[in-house]
């Protein structure tokens, strides 16, 4: 498994690949955890976009392999959503599908916006949108990433707050992430079955050369590094919660 790793990270971009270190808190006031763990860091973080919710529906492959690979800790892995903006989560505007790669400790995340397509969760399901999806891929010429995406179904819906910073020195960048709900779209009223996490999960974004800076950084940050996957999590609300 390590020389598979190796290679296919030799064969990224470099300069795309960044470290994505996750710190998750119980249940807490959101505004009171930015205040002691973002604004009073010596890296002088400061807010740089407004908030705004995320929307997402990940897909997997029948065999659920994305999902057991990031359970399993697969060294050399992906996932596979598309993602919106928006409080109202059932206005899919300006989607964009995205790939994420993970080589190691590091990833990197491919982007595809796909033009003109807008609906609503409210009159279609995550299913008709996958169509729309293969076929706005279609029109755009873009045939590999349609054959990927004709080979996977959808496993989980998810929306969330986020809030942005960025270090004084431009190097660091940290997101905050709460009010996660989650939904199956395998359930016909999927929209009235939504299952929530109360934790809050913060997010330390950074290129490979700022590893040894962002130790320093770590160790002012009250909680552990934590494995933390949104899909993993939900999916296992669905599986293993009554």
């Given at each position: 498994?390590?020389?598979?790793?190796?290679?296919?990270?030799?064969?990224?971009?470099?300069?795309?690949?960044?470290?994505?270190?996750?710190?998750?808190?119980?249940?807490?006031?959101?505004?009171?955890?930015?205040?002691?763990?973002?604004?009073?860091?010596?890296?002088?973080?400061?807010?740089?976009?407004?908030?705004?919710?995320?929307?997402?529906?990940?897909?997997?492959?029948?065999?659920?392999?994305?999902?057991?690979?990031?359970?399993?800790?697969?060294?050399?892995?992906?996932?596979?959503?598309?993602?919106?903006?928006?409080?109202?989560?059932?206005?899919?505007?300006?989607?964009?599908?995205?790939?994420?790669?993970?080589?190691?400790?590091?990833?990197?995340?491919?982007?595809?916006k796909l033009k003109n397509l807008n609906?609503?969760?409210?009159?279609?399901?995550?299913?008709?949108?996958?169509?729309?999806?293969?076929?706005?891929?279609?029109?755009?010429?873009?045939?590999?990433?349609?054959?990927?995406?004709?080979?996977?179904?959808?496993?989980?819906?998810?929306?969330?707050e986020r809030r942005y910073f960025l270090?004084?020195?431009?190097?660091?960048?940290?997101?905050?992430?709460?009010?996660?709900?989650?939904?199956?779209?395998?359930?016909?009223?999927?929209?009235?079955?939504?299952?929530?996490?109360?934790?809050?999960?913060?997010?330390?974004?950074?290129?490979?050369?700022?590893?040894?800076?962002?130790?320093?950084?770590?160790?002012?940050?009250?909680?552990?590094?934590?494995?933390?996957?949104?899909?993993?999590?939900?999916?296992?609300?669905?599986?293993?919660?009554?």
């Amino acid at each position: 498994m390590e020389k598979a790793v190796s290679r296919i990270y030799f064969e990224a971009k470099e300069e795309k690949l960044r470290f994505e270190r996750k710190f998750v808190f119980p249940a807490t006031d959101v505004a009171d955890l930015i205040e002691k763990e973002v604004l009073t860091n010596s890296f002088c973080f400061s807010e740089i976009y407004h908030r705004r919710a995320v929307n997402n529906i990940y897909f997997d492959r029948p065999d659920m392999i994305f999902y057991h690979q990031n359970v399993e800790g697969d060294g050399n892995r992906k996932k596979y959503r598309i993602r919106w903006y928006g409080d109202d989560m059932t206005r899919i505007e300006k989607p964009v599908l995205e790939v994420k790669k993970k080589f190691g400790e590091v990833g990197d995340k491919e982007s595809v916006k796909l033009k003109n397509l807008n609906t609503s969760l409210g009159d279609t399901d995550a299913f008709q949108v996958q169509s729309l999806i293969e076929q706005a891929l279609f029109d755009q010429g873009d045939l590999d990433c349609l054959m990927e995406m004709q080979k996977l179904t959808p496993r989980l819906i998810n929306t969330y707050e986020r809030r942005y910073f960025l270090s004084f020195c431009g190097r660091f960048r940290i997101t905050i992430d709460y009010n996660m709900r989650f939904f199956n779209p395998d359930l016909n009223d999927f929209l009235g079955a939504v299952k929530a996490i109360d934790n809050i999960v913060l997010e330390l974004k950074y290129s490979r050369e700022d590893d040894h800076a962002a130790r320093q950084l770590s160790q002012e940050i009250g909680t552990r590094l934590s494995k933390n996957s949104k899909y993993v999590q939900g999916i296992d609300l669905f599986l293993f919660s009554a």
